[in-house]
């Protein structure tokens, strides 16, 4: 039988989700019109992205919970691709260029990589947030989820898949 303290904790685990869920299906707020500095490519506007399923993962080159998410986004970029996926890599406004550069080739990643210059950092509110921050766009340019630090690799699958399924 469950003690009193565990049920609470319980109720207050399955609330905790339930609010996750509800921010994920819930009303959606316009992704800011930021434009990106893509590492040896042309630049590329959110709303130039429009139809598509969007990660746009903010990430540094000294955070080793990055590395981590990086491999599991350049999975999921290569298997919904095809679908409407696209994943943006933003680095930090203070990592330098090169060593920008540097991570995405020794990396081999399958998306662009854009450089911050300070406004897509302001443009989502990221405040004095640590990367990795994960946002995740549906089709119409809309945020529907913000994950901060390291996300689930299921649970992030499962967000995709069900952003993929839904048309604007």
Same mark, same amino acid.
């Given at each position: 039988?469950?003690? #009193?303290?565990?049920?609470?904790?319980?109720? +207050?685990? /399955? !609330?905790?989700?339930? %609010?996750?869920? $509800?921010?994920? *299906?819930?009303? #959606?707020?316009?992704?800011?019109?930021?434009? +990106?500095? /893509? !590492?040896?490519?042309? %630049?590329?506007? $959110?709303?130039? *992205?429009?139809?598509?399923?969007?990660?746009?993962?903010?990430?540094?080159?000294?955070?080793?919970?990055?590395?981590?998410? $990086?491999?599991? *986004?350049?999975?999921?970029?290569?298997?919904?691709?095809?679908?409407?996926?696209?994943?943006?890599?933003?680095?930090?406004?203070?990592?330098?260029?090169?060593?920008?550069?540097?991570?995405?080739?020794?990396?081999?990643?399958?998306?662009?990589?854009?450089?911050?210059?300070?406004?897509?950092?302001?443009?989502?509110?990221?405040?004095?947030?640590?990367?990795?921050?994960?946002?995740?766009?549906?089709?119409?340019?809309?945020?529907?989820?913000?994950?901060?630090?390291?996300?689930?690799?299921?649970?992030?699958?499962?967000?995709?898949?069900?952003?993929?399924?839904?048309?604007?």
């Amino acid at each position: 039988m469950m003690s #009193r303290g565990h049920k609470l904790i319980l109720l +207050l685990a /399955v !609330l905790a989700m339930s %609010g996750a869920m $509800l921010t994920f *299906l819930g009303k #959606r707020q316009a992704a800011p019109a930021v434009e +990106l500095k /893509v !590492l040896g490519a042309p %630049g590329v506007s $959110l709303a130039q *992205l429009r139809g598509k399923v969007v990660i746009l993962q903010f990430w540094a080159t000294t955070c080793g919970d990055c590395d981590h998410t $990086l491999a599991e *986004l350049a999975q999921l970029h290569r298997r919904y691709q095809a679908r409407g996926l696209e994943t943006l890599a933003v680095a930090m406004v203070y990592d330098q260029p090169r060593q920008v550069a540097s991570y995405a080739y020794a990396n081999s990643l399958p998306f662009r990589v854009a450089q911050d210059d300070g406004s897509a950092a302001r443009g989502f509110a990221l405040g004095s947030a640590n990367p990795p921050l994960t946002f995740l766009l549906d089709r119409s340019g809309r945020i529907a989820q913000r994950l901060p630090g390291k996300p689930d690799p299921g649970r992030l699958r499962a967000m995709v898949e069900k952003l993929l399924a839904e048309r604007p």
